[in-house]
């Protein structure tokens, strides 16, 4: 099945051309099921690219997925165009009565920035503690994820002494990853891009809050958390990124000052003067695949019922 997109979004055209399986408003009324609803909160700079780089792995599912882009209220961003966010873009109070499938909150560039400095903390934390009763399973990328775990636990976020930067190989941890639904067909060590100045450590990571560490780097770090009770999963990384999302950090870094380090492990050589390899593109999907799936065999049928606890039943194989 497809992902529902509007057919004017600029994402529609780029994955329609690159074969990935679409569908417009219109056609998705007339299939008599239930599509997969899931809200990304857009918080990435270039909010197009996310768009497009997140659109293209959900629709690579065999679900019919409802897409809904979001934006904060508090903050409009300046390098996006304001007739794109009025044209496909809604805000979390608009849809506040409203029951998801899945929410995606993504990455932002602000994380040298104490959380509650953020502009729109008051609005995402609120967002938030809205997901627990309207929100079957939030999928929390980089910033995202940092800021997920710290209004939920209390997990603070370290300054790098340099940006943790380049393609950094990651081993699925044993006592947690290794039956993990969100790793299965995962090889035990596998390739993710890494792009961020701060970290989350794993010594401070709650013991007694069921939180289960599933892939980690002794070079880059914690990887992927997931937090089984509450449907939460924290990504650190970019498995979404583009072959040429890091090139083109890269690029933009170095018009902006002259000490910054090639990404590592990224262009061939590691020679910015020849091109990338994507060596992680499998495994963006594996993953993905694995929370939409996941989500699917324990979301309730009857979307009101989502946040409710009832989803606990359908888990223990009584879905009819």
């Not at 939030?138 to 603070?156: D, E, K, M, S």
Request: glycine content about 4%.
């Amino acid at each position: 099945m497809p992902i529902k997109l509007p057919s004017d979004l600029p994402a529609f055209h780029e994955l329609q051309a690159e074969g990935v399986p679409l569908i417009d408003e219109s056609a998705a009324h007339r299939q008599d099921i239930r599509p997969m609803r899931i809200g990304l909160v857009n918080l990435m700079p270039d909010k197009l690219k996310t768009e497009t780089q997140l659109a293209r792995l959900l629709g690579a599912t065999p679900l019919q997925i409802e897409l809904t882009l979001l934006m904060t209220e508090s903050y409009r961003p300046g390098n996006t165009e304001p007739s794109h966010l009025q044209r496909f873009y809604t805000t979390p109070r608009e849809v506040r009565d409203e029951k998801f499938d899945g929410l995606i909150v993504t990455g932002a560039p602000v994380e040298l920035m104490a959380f509650e400095e953020v502009s729109y903390w008051r609005e995402l934390a609120d967002l938030f503690e809205w997901s627990r009763t309207h929100v079957h399973s939030t999928f929390n990328i980089c910033w995202g994820a940092q800021a997920a775990l710290y209004h939920f636990h209390r997990v603070p976020k370290h300054t790098l002494p340099v940006k943790r930067f380049g393609i950094f190989w990651h081993r699925v941890v044993a006592e947690n990853g290794e039956n993990a639904p969100l790793l299965r067909g995962f090889d035990e060590e596998f390739l993710v891009p890494v792009s961020r100045h701060t970290e989350v450590r794993r010594v401070d990571l709650p013991k007694d809050v069921g939180l289960k560490v599933l892939a980690t780097s002794p070079v880059a770090g914690l990887c992927l958390v997931a937090d089984p009770s509450n449907r939460h999963v924290f990504m650190f990384n970019h498995l979404e990124y583009d072959t040429h999302t890091l090139d083109h950090e890269y690029r933009r870094d170095m018009q902006a000052r002259q000490d910054v380090d090639v990404p590592l492990n990224y262009y061939q050589a590691d020679d910015p003067t020849r091109p990338p390899i994507n060596r992680w593109r499998a495994y963006a999907h594996l993953l993905f695949g694995n929370w939409i799936n996941e989500m699917y065999q324990t979301t309730p049928y009857d979307p009101t019922q989502i946040g409710t606890g009832v989803e606990r039943d359908w888990r223990d194989g009584k879905r009819s």
